[in-house]
DNA sequence: TTGCAATATGCAAAAAAAGGAATATACTAT
DNA sequence: ATAGTATATTCCTTTTTTTGCATATTGCAA
């Protein structure tokens, strides 16, 4: 008769770490945006209008993911960016959608009504149309 | 010049499948146990002896992995035996993995103390040395 | 400097999840 | 039926998350 072999549990330490990973993914706003990080950075006034999110609640789900170490920022004058910095946990949303089905929508419309530099070089915050000078508004 | 394309988010719905996903594996417990029913089936038992947590919390784990989708129980006689329905999400485990570093232990160990007929055809419930008629107990 | 825009952070109430304990259910054997 | 074993569920308390709101910070321009 053969020995027989018997399986331990991956020990805790680790079955915490996977779990710190998923904890950070178990959100669905914090999975669009990484999903809309899929092609590269995004500026936070970007996310915030594809998004429509206040921007403060944008602001608290990036700092969750920054935490967990799946996003890294670049400040760039007034604005941020975003980036993934593993690329391999696309893979498990690629993963989740195939195993929970259904595809989600196209992926393409029109221009949100972003005012960051990249999204709008020429409406954006730059030339600013002024029609009062400080001294008028505050009369 | 071309026009521009723009990103939308996945619609908030497919988000929040993803997420119902992720909550369930946000759970070092219930990793393990995934992590468990790689080989296959396996009785509540068995489970309770490898992971050494208690009947009652075992047993809550593995409710919230079968009422995600994620286990199929089947009842034999006194035990009930569980698997996981879709091999897929063993992928998520090892894309987790790998994303937060470091392999886990070894695979492999001593028999657990575990009375189901299938660990322990001998030792089990079956035969059980009879040292008492129920009579001589009562008085 | 002052003011404004972009972004981040702190705080508190509400909602959800975790974990313990008791209890209920289902089978088996007597 | 009765008792015992294996497993599930319910209830309750504690801990975490969530999320709205106010405020702080930083950079830029007037």
Redesign the pocket.
């Known amino acids: 008769m053969q020995k027989k072999e018997y399986t331990i549990p991956m020990n805790y330490a680790s079955a915490e770490r996977q779990a710190r990973l998923f904890?950070a993914l178990?959100?669905p706003?914090r999975l669009q945006i990484l999903d809309l990080l899929r092609d590269g950075e995004q500026?936070?006034?970007h996310l915030?209008a594809l998004l429509g999110q206040?921007?403060?609640?944008v602001?608290?789900q990036?700092?969750?993911l920054r935490k967990a170490g799946l996003l890294n920022?670049r400040?760039d004058?007034?604005?941020?960016y975003y980036c993934i910095t593993r690329p391999e946990v696309l893979g498990l949303l690629d993963s989740a959608r195939a195993i929970m089905g259904e595809a989600w929508s196209e992926r393409s419309a029109p221009p949100p009504d972003c005012?960051?530099p990249r999204c709008s070089p020429s409406l954006g915050?730059s030339p600013d149309p002024v029609m009062f000078?400080?001294e008028e508004?505050l009369r």
């Open positions: 904890k178990m959100h706003v500026c936070v006034c915030e206040r921007q403060a609640y602001s608290q990036l700092a969750v920022d400040r004058g007034g604005n941020s005012p960051c915050r000078s400080t508004i």
